[in-house]
């Protein structure tokens, strides 16, 4: 039961647009097409942003996309905006019901 | 619309046991499998703990495995967490979530401190 591995922080300025990594592993991230995206504001609960991959559930702006290849799968957040900074958590299942998170990256907006 | 609510977090000794639970609203509960997630202070999501729409299959985080329970009462829609020999480094906030490959719907959260 592994955590996925993110960069700790990541930053843009508004109107530009930013990506995310999350690397896994074979039994993951790159056996499933479950890989799902998590905002949280500081104090909040996470919200869902993306899932199976690259789905977005109603409500979410199309500005985040998510994509795989191999282990490792991305969010990309374009059109930055100042509501954008938050942390972000990649996850993935892993079989027998069990899904790992990402260490979580800080979103800062410059 | 779901709702997710949770309680019985609280300040305990280490070593003591706690129960939570997750009050499920707006969807048939019975249907969907749920999880357990918690974050401990400034710390990242931790998975900890799922359990099947019928409560047929549970599955474990390491850190918690043999210590932790998760059950359900599909009758009353209502999702436990049994804390047994809770340690200091189980102090984090508790979040309930549903479904199976993804986390679509949280509660708000309960936090459990442990400490002497």
């Known amino acids: 039961q592994s955590a996925l591995t993110q960069p700790r922080s990541v930053s843009g300025s508004p109107g530009q647009s930013v990506t995310i990594s999350c690397t896994g592993t074979?039994?993951?991230?790159?056996?499933?097409?479950?890989v799902s995206w998590y905002q949280q504001h500081p104090g909040k609960a996470p919200k869902l942003m993306i899932y199976?991959?690259?789905k977005r559930p109603s409500g979410v702006p199309d500005r985040f996309s998510g994509s795989k290849s191999g282990n490792t799968a991305s969010l990309t957040i374009s059109g930055l905006q100042a509501e954008d900074e938050a942390d972000y958590y990649c996850?993935?299942?892993?079989?027998?019901?069990?899904?790992?998170f990402g260490g979580g990256t800080k979103l800062t907006v410059l | 619309q779901v709702q997710l609510v949770e309680s019985g977090g609280g300040v305990v000794q280490p070593g003591v046991s706690l129960r939570l639970s997750c009050a499920a609203s707006?969807?048939?509960?019975?249907?969907?499998?749920m999880h357990w997630v918690r974050q401990a202070p400034g710390k990242g999501l931790e998975w900890v703990a799922v359990?099947?729409?019928?409560?047929?299959?549970?599955y474990y985080a390491d850190s918690v495995k043999g210590r932790f329970t998760i059950s359900r009462d599909n009758s009353k829609n209502t999702l436990f967490l049994q804390m047994n020999s809770l340690r200091a480094d189980d102090t984090a906030v508790y979040y309930c979530?549903?479904?199976?490959?993804?986390?679509?719907?949280w509660g708000q959260g309960t936090l459990v401190t442990v400490s002497s």
């Open positions: 074979s039994s993951d991230v790159g056996g499933y097409n479950y």
């Open positions: 979530a549903r479904d199976r490959y993804r986390f679509g719907y």
């Open positions: 199976d991959v690259s």
């Open positions: 707006g969807f048939t509960f019975s249907s969907y499998a």
């Open positions: 359990i099947s729409y019928d409560g047929s299959n549970e």
């Open positions: 996850c993935s299942y892993a079989g027998s019901y069990t899904s790992p």
